[in-house]
């Protein structure tokens, strides 16, 4: 008698499962970095790119594309503009000052007190703008970097998440080459595969990760240190100046003037570089709300390391398909080896498998509609192997007699692909998030949700009040010149 269950038949339930290995492949043949893109925009679009000699940039939000920084950079020409300005403006000023100390001594002219009260007055009254910009600045850098660290914190976090998962997966197509390589070495080459690309996945990932993180701690912490250190030196500086303008001290005036020209020069770079990091951020942040707004449009996807979402609604489909398949031909089967035994007067009671995909049109997974007496695939095994026939031991006929319709050989092929079906199926909410980049989904969601808004309004109040001190900073500056010049006239002395 014909074994109820035989090699070729277990073998057709197994093609399904080839099928769905076959629909995961063309995910890992996507070849991607792990950037952050966006949409093209208007206004990104227009910014003139020093690199093409001030052409439009005419491009997309792309950390990779040095276009992209040289114009982001050019953003910030007004400071670097006036920063140069007033230095050439230092360097005349003090070659003027320099020869005419060399020719002659300032004449002696009679002012009035009440034009050095003003121009005290003004330094008292400037030196406090200065004083409470310096302060709002500190406070502002303060809290730009906290947000900027909360934000490489979520994005890196994501794809800390992203490389754990595919190692997860990684492993377990491992897993399932070692159970179906006496049986199946199609499959086994389709495995090996997979998981080589999955390794390339994971090392593109972990390279972004690593790399990227250095850099970005490198530049925030850089721009946090040297705002710190500008802001803090002026604050001394301003300090220095009320003492040195109460104790009428000529020579330390003219030091620092000297001093404060140059802070305010950096104060002027810095103005530059903090909007420059300010429209940064703004990039980022419309480019990840346009992103959920439409992700189909948004050039973001042609750069995530996730395959089109209609390619990838479409493959988990086929993936749903495909075990919902193979787990309904093992319990047609089983249903059919049911109703030869009990045509033979035969009790035997055999439960469902559990299948975990709706059926058709959707195939959604939803375990938790497996009926209650219904069994994991994975343990299928445990079942059948009450009913092995152990060929050595008896022939066929006495087998069957005792209810023993599985062979030996069988029940182990059976057994490797139901555990292989079983941690597939296991791994499924895994693979599904890496086909829908649920992680760095959740990422954007977080960033535009609670990050965004107090990142952008705290480095635009960094930026803006670095512009406000270095305003100020220059009016200081002549107003102290000013002062010494006007001492050096009443004395008829060298400035």
């Known amino acids: 008698m014909k074994h109820p269950f035989c090699p070729n038949q277990l073998q057709r339930n197994a093609i399904p499962f080839v099928l769905l290995l076959f629909s995961i492949t063309p995910l890992l043949t996507h070849r991607h970095s792990l950037v952050f893109g966006s949409s ?33 950079a050019f953003t910030g020409i007004h400071g670097y503009a006036v920063a140069g300005v007033w230095l050439l403006c230092g360097v005349g000023f003090g070659v003027f000052v320099v020869v005419k100390n060399l020719i002659s001594t ?23 703008f200065a004083i409470g910009g310096s302060s709002v600045a500190i406070a502002a850098n303060e809290k730009s970097s906290q947000r900027a660290e909360k934000l490489e914190e979520i994005i890196f976090g994501a794809g800390e998440d992203a490389s754990l998962t595919i190692a997860k ?9 070692t159970l179906l390589l006496p049986y199946d070495s199609k499959t086994c080459d389709l495995l ?13 990932v972990n390279t972004f990760v690593q790399s990227s993180r250095k850099y970005w701690d490198r530049a925030i912490q850089t721009l946090y240190v040297v705002n710190v250190v500008v802001v803090s030196i002026d604050l001394v500086a301003l300090v220095a100046g009320f003492v040195l303008l109460a104790l009428q001290n000529r020579p330390g005036i003219i030091v620092l003037i000297f001093c404060c020209w140059i802070l305010t020069t950096l104060s002027w ?18 480019t990840l709300k346009n992103f959920e707004e439409d992700p189909q449009n948004n050039s973001l996807m042609d750069m995530l390391p996730c395959p089109n979402f209609t390619s990838s609604a479409q ?19 089983i249903e059919e080896v049911l109703s030869q035994i009990n045509d033979q007067n035969e009790d035997v009671s055999f439960p469902e498998v559990c299948d975990p995909f709706s059926s058709a049109p959707d195939y959604t997974y939803k375990p938790q509609n497996c009926r209650n007496n219904s069994i994991p695939v994975g343990d299928l095994p445990t079942i059948l192997s009450r009913f092995i026939c152990y060929e050595a031991n008896m022939s066929t006929e006495n087998c069957m007699e005792n209810g023993k319709f599985v062979p030996e050989g069988i029940y182990e092929m059976s ?3 139901s555990r292989s079906i079983e941690d597939f199926i296991n791994i499924y909410p895994d693979l599904s998030s890496l086909m829908e980049c649920s992680s ?40 102290w010149s000013c002062k010494s010049i006007f001492t050096a006239s009443l004395q008829g002395s060298n400035l």
């Open 40 to 72: 093209v925009s208007e206004r990104i679009a227009k910014r003139p790119d020093p690199l093409r000699k001030f052409k439009h940039y005419a491009g997309n939000f792309d950390i990779r594309n040095k276009h992209y920084w040289a114009s982001a």
């Open 106 to 128: 300032f004449p002696v002219v009679d002012r009035s007190n009440s034009s050095n009260i003003i121009v005290f007055l003004l330094i008292i009254l400037f030196t406090i």
């Open 169 to 177: 997966v990684k492993s377990t197509m491992v897993q399932m080459h």
């Open 192 to 204: 090996d595969l997979i998981a080589h690309r999955l390794r390339k996945v994971s090392l593109t």
């Open 269 to 286: 770079i810095l103005t530059g570089v903090d909007f420059f990091f300010y429209n940064f951020i703004g990039d980022t942040c419309s």
């Open 315 to 333: 493959t988990l489909e086929q993936i749903n398909y495909s075990v919902h398949s193979f787990i309904s031909e093992i319990n047609s089967k």
């Open 415 to 417: 057994l490797a692909y």
């Open 440 to 479: 760095l989904k959740r990422a954007f969601s977080e960033i535009v949700a609670g990050q965004c808004r107090p990142i952008e309004l705290w480095t635009k109040v960094l930026w803006s009040s670095m512009l406000g001190l270095s305003l100020v900073m220059i009016v200081l500056v002549l107003l």
